[in-house]
């Protein structure tokens, strides 16, 4: 099909919308590794996670044969209200790159929690308001998760109990606002309302708090509190299904067109909106009816695929959380302070790593000057003010787009733009004002982190 044929945006009709989401480990011939207990070092059972999350998602995680699981119908008509999300072929980008490369990608941003994480909350929430819970618990960082959370939540009519790490609490009121405004309630992390934040506080007055702090806080508050389960918003396979819509949509607007990606790039915290994107494309090529070329980006600062080890780690800092298989930096791993972009998780998802790990997506890292000289850069052409996140996706793009500037090759380019900057502008100015540095751990400073994970027969010995 010749150029001009293919408009700027691609929508799909409602009636072309997915109906099922699509489970990438029902087509992988080596599985990720299960989850473990880690007081037995047996893989979780159905029973032992039921305490934890709600009983639907503990199937859906533990699921590595079915392939496709049908969507409620309810999630889709929420879907509706903000998808399907656009694919956009970036004209203006490449004309200002001078490549013959063509750069699409698939923007997440449209809704007001700015980012992909609705796709997985509205799912989460809707199967604990069918199990007649009252409510549920999570743990937010920056805030876009949290306020994804309080959407599904208000929607459905669940309450939602937000454990915010205190420093953002303290330093994004804005965030903690829009969560409150959709009637969550937001409690700074660590707090008196759990005797694990009651023993953080005692140990180190006046801490500012850590995300796997808060997760700790979350998931005790979950187990505790009567008709409450606790939620995640990354790096569990049921998250990666959910976003497995991101992947669903682009590839049918594709094929509308028939357009062949070569390269599939997005940004990798835990792993989500990367692994939506790649399920369905990585299924083709796992079943052995395509082949495409698929890169994770990290950031320099926080390199867990790139610089971490393969073994069973904790998902989180208090050691509450079922051990998983996955590359990390070591639960105990909290990236440099000057580290601005997010991504700042020290695990990934099990089922990425293990595709990583079979060779079959690569993965780079880029440091922070470069992705927001990315950010900017894409900002002033393509009219959307990226999330930092999203900006490490960018900068590959780009990067990959310039290379074929040099070499005349006319590659297709897709990359997952996961959301919008707007609550990052404190980011934005440290750049703008030149405070911005790059950081890179040494591996003495790796070392720290890998000496926390834990060590038994099989696992880092
Ligand atoms: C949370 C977030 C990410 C990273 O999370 P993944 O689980 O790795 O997808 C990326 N971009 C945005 C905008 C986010 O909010």
């Not at 656009?86 to 700015?114: M, Q, W």
């Not at 992909?116 to 909350?121: F, Q, T």
């Not at 109990?161 to 959709?182: D, I, L």
């Not at 990359?415 to 890179?440: C, P, Q, R, S």
């Amino acid at each position: 099909m010749s150029k001009q044929e293919i408009p700027y945006k691609i929508y799909l009709e409602e009636h072309e919308m997915p109906t099922q989401w699509y489970n990438v480990r029902a087509d992988m011939k080596k599985k990720p590794a299960p989850l473990l207990n880690p007081g037995t070092l047996k893989p979780m059972t159905f029973e032992d996670l039921r305490p934890v999350f709600c009983d639907e998602l503990v199937k859906q995680e533990l699921d590595d044969t079915t392939p496709y699981i049908d969507i409620p119908q309810e999630i889709r008509d929420f879907y509706k209200m903000y998808r399907p999300s656009p694919l956009v072929r970036a004209y203006c980008l490449e004309k200002k790159l001078d490549t013959p490369a063509k750069i699409y990608y698939k923007f997440e941003g449209n809704n007001t929690s700015g980012s992909h994480k609705l796709n997985s909350a509205i799912a989460q929430a809707y199967y604990a308001k069918e199990q007649g819970l009252k409510g549920v618990t999570t743990e937010t960082g920056a805030g876009q998760w949290g306020t994804a959370l309080s959407m599904a939540c208000s929607y459905l009519g669940l309450d939602c109990n937000v454990y915010m790490v205190k420093v953002s609490y303290e330093q994004k009121p804005f965030r903690r606002e829009v969560m409150r405004t959709y009637g969550a309630s937001v409690t700074p992390s660590p707090s008196e309302t759990t005797q694990v934040g009651k023993k953080i506080l005692a140990e180190h007055p006046g801490t500012t708090g850590s995300l796997g702090c808060a997760i700790s806080e979350a998931v005790e508050a979950a187990t505790h509190k009567e008709g409450y389960r606790y939620v995640l918003g990354s790096v569990l396979s049921q998250v990666l299904l959910h976003q497995s819509i991101i992947g669903l949509e682009s590839k049918a607007a594709m094929d509308k067109y028939g357009i062949h990606p070569d390269l599939i790039i997005g940004c990798a915290g835990g792993g989500s909106n990367l692994g939506g994107l790649i399920s369905p494309f990585m299924g083709e090529q796992l079943r052995g009816e395509a082949n495409y070329q698929f890169i994770a980006v990290e950031p320099a600062s926080c390199p867990s695929l790139t610089r971490g080890k393969y073994a069973y780690d904790f998902c989180d800092t208090g050691m509450v959380c079922p051990l998983a298989k996955m590359y990390t930096l070591g639960s105990g791993f909290i990236p440099s302070a000057n580290h601005a972009g997010g991504l700042r998780y020290h695990g990934m998802s099990s089922v990425l790593s293990e595709l990583y790990d079979q060779g079959l997506m690569q993965a780079v890292s880029v440091e922070q000057t470069q992705v927001f000289q990315a950010a900017e850069q894409f900002a002033r052409v393509e009219g959307i003010l990226p999330a930092p996140e999203s900006s490490h996706a960018i900068r590959v793009a780009i990067d990959e787009a310039l290379k074929c500037r040099e070499t005349g090759e006319e590659k297709t380019i897709l990359f997952g733009l996961t959301g919008t900057g707007y609550f990052d502008m404190v980011a934005y100015e440290k750049f703008h004002n030149g405070d911005m540095v790059d950081y890179i751990p040494t591996d003495e400073d790796l070392k720290a982190g890998f000496d926390g994970i834990p060590r038994f027969p099989g696992n880092m010995e």
